[in-house]
């Protein structure tokens, strides 16, 4: 039988899953990883506090074994990611810095992590989650220190040390046009205008279903292609309130019908990635107490209807 991969790539798409170093040791989960899926992201394993634990003392060991994994499973790397305000090592969160030992801080993290995996990975999330809901610049450590041009910094850094990767920007709560979009929207057509390496806008999409679905997504990923830049799905998954009922779980299929359609009418939408594909390793009951049953695969590792419903829309 064809895998989501297979029905993805007819499209010139890829369809891909995030995953957890932990998790490489359940094996039925590994095979299922390895057979259906063309992309995989480190869903912990390359973010700051895990690559560079002391300053200027790397260890790319969890990031490793997901890159070694991929390659073995002929499977591409989104990388996630390099300038993000959470997972930071204590080291750096700890205490004050000047803009120009923020700015050292910064480039020797991107370009060291970028140079290890260069050749390696297909895309990187450069910058994560950089905008608050109302379209203001998120007052993270890089930008109280370095104002806005943190961004275009980080971007072209991460371009030196691989001409080659896509770099993109990613966040959550963009799926939809409106005033968070808006402000990657314009960030985006300035950087291009002024010829700052951006190859890509990443929508997290993590929905829920009590929130109702982005039915502007379409267009809005249409208006980031015309800018002449890729866009991805880039950690796709539907939460609900527990229990999931049969209706709930209907529900949740048709958004990620909805979804994987919007992806595919849009030329430039290059793949959707899900965060991890089972049950069993989403983020969503730790974090979100009461709520879950948000991927195409349950706990036991058996397909949902969500899962029938992306194969339907890749066919
Ligand atoms: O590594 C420690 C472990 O030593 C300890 O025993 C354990 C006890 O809680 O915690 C472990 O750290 C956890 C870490 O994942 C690694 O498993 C953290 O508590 C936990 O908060 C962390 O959650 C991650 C989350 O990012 C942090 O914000 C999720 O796994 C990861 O899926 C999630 O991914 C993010 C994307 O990077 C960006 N977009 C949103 C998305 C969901 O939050």
């Not at 993000?84 to 205490?95: A, E, K």
Request: aromatic share 12%.
């Amino acid at each position: 039988p064809l895998t989501l991969a297979d029905l993805a790539e007819r499209h010139g798409r890829y369809f891909g899953s995030a995953t957890d170093n932990p998790e490489l040791t359940d094996a039925p989960y590994t095979k299922i990883l390895g057979d259906e899926f063309d992309m995989i992201t480190p869903g912990n394993g390359m973010k700051w506090y895990a690559t560079e634990p002391q300053q200027g003392v790397f260890d790319f060991s969890a990031g490793d074994e997901i890159v070694n994994l991929a390659r073995a499973n002929h499977q591409k790397v989104r990388a996630h990611t390099l300038v993000w305000h959470s997972q930071l090592p204590g080291w750096l969160t700890d205490r004050e810095w000047t803009a120009p030992e923020l700015r050292a801080v910064l480039k020797n993290h991107i370009q060291t992590e970028v140079r290890h995996y260069r050749g390696k990975v297909y895309a990187w999330d450069v910058v994560n989650e950089a905008f608050n809901e109302d379209g203001t610049y998120r007052e993270t450590v890089f930008y109280k220190t370095l104002g806005p041009g943190y961004i275009a910094d980080a971007l072209r850094w991460a371009h030196q040390a691989d001409p080659r990767a896509k770099l993109y920007l990613n966040d959550y709560n963009v799926e939809a046009v409106g005033p968070k979009s808006d402000a990657y929207y314009t960030l985006a057509k300035q950087l291009k205008a002024q010829k700052v390496p951006l190859h890509g806008f990443g929508l997290q999409a993590h929905l829920a279903l009590q929130y109702g679905y982005p039915t502007s997504l379409e267009d809005n990923l249409r208006r980031f292609s015309r800018l002449g830049l890729d866009t991805a799905l880039t950690e796709v998954d539907v939460r609900m309130e527990l229990p999931a009922t049969e209706e709930k779980l209907a529900q949740q299929a048709d958004w990620y019908r909805d979804m994987t359609e919007a992806c595919l009418a849009v030329r430039r939408c290059a793949g959707i990635t899900i965060w991890d594909y089972t049950d069993k390793y989403s983020w969503i009951p730790a974090f979100f107490p009461g709520e879950g049953a948000a991927l195409p695969w349950d706990e036991q590792l058996a397909p949902k209807p969500a899962y029938y419903a992306i194969r339907e829309a890749l066919k």
